[in-house]
T-cell receptor
Framework: AQSVTQLDSQVPVFEEAPVELRCNYSSSVSVYLFWYVQYPNQGLQLLLKYLSGSTLVKGINGFEAEFNKSQTSFHLRKPSVHISDTAEYFCAVSASKIIFGSGTRLSIRP | KAGVTQTPRYLIKTRGQQVTLSCSPISGHRSVSWYQQTPGQGLQFLFEYFSETQRNKGNFPGRFSGRQFSNSRSEMNVSTLELGDSALYLC?????????????FGQGTRLTVV
């Protein structure tokens, strides 16, 4: 079985500050990892995914994530956030089906 | 290319009624999955269909059912609605069923049960 844990339900951060959203996973088989973003009243949109190869993955809107197999983590980072990054972010693991974490709500303060 | 289309966007139903939600996947996508999103439970997997066959099912009561048609369009049905069924129902389509395949989501149907 697979599971995903997003360690922070809410992360407040000032505009132009860096941010890290944390994600840990567990699985008995190899998995693929994803980060999705959900803007208010919208569906989910893929930010980035790790399938294999380089452990540092770059996505859209300046986000990147690092896969750490030994720590079973896939944390999402952005060096400088903007007001438009206000959204809920979901980490997901894919094996037989996609399992989503509980989400982290990112709020940006001006 | 048109995205995933879910209809209707909003729905209000009375407890005890039944409801049918529709999802049209991206053209060429044969896999459709359904999720229920609530503030308390987050995103929970309902079921996945591929080529008109249910491949996976989440842990939901039998009141929740779905089907997929030959054109890959999918419907989900909830019978005997309960207040706790109020949620955003999201549909996602994928080209195939591989675990490396990205899911493309619709905007969802917000169901309110009163």
């Amino acid at each position: 079985a697979q599971s995903v844990t997003q360690l922070d339900s809410q992360v407040p951060v000032f505009e132009e500050a860096p941010v890290e959203l944390r994600c840990n996973y567990s699985s008995s088989v190899s998995v693929y990892l994803f980060w999705y973003v959900q803007y208010p009243n919208q569906g989910l949109q893929l930010l980035l995914k790790y399938l294999s190869g380089s452990t540092l993955v770059k996505g859209i809107n300046g986000f990147e994530a690092e896969f750490n197999k030994s720590q079973t983590s896939f944390h999402l980072r952005k060096p400088s956030v903007h007001i438009s990054d206000t959204a809920e972010y979901f980490c997901a693991v894919s094996a037989s089906k996609i399992i989503f974490g509980s989400g982290t709500r990112l709020s940006i303060r001006p | 290319k048109a995205g995933v289309t879910q209809t209707p966007r909003y729905l209000i139903k009375t407890r005890g009624q039944q409801v049918t939600l529709s999802c049209s996947p991206i053209s060429g996508h044969r896999s459709v999955s359904w999720y229920q999103q609530t503030p308390g439970q987050g995103l929970q997997f309902l079921f996945e269909y591929f080529s008109e066959t249910q491949r996976n099912k989440g842990n939901f009561p039998g009141r929740f059912s779905g089907r997929q048609f030959s054109n890959s369009r999918s419907e989900m049905n909830v019978s005997t609605l309960e207040l706790g069924d109020s949620a955003l129902y999201l549909c996602a389509s994928s080209p195939g069923t591989g675990k490396d395949t990205e899911a493309f989501f619709g905007q969802g149907t917000r169901l309110t049960v009163v």
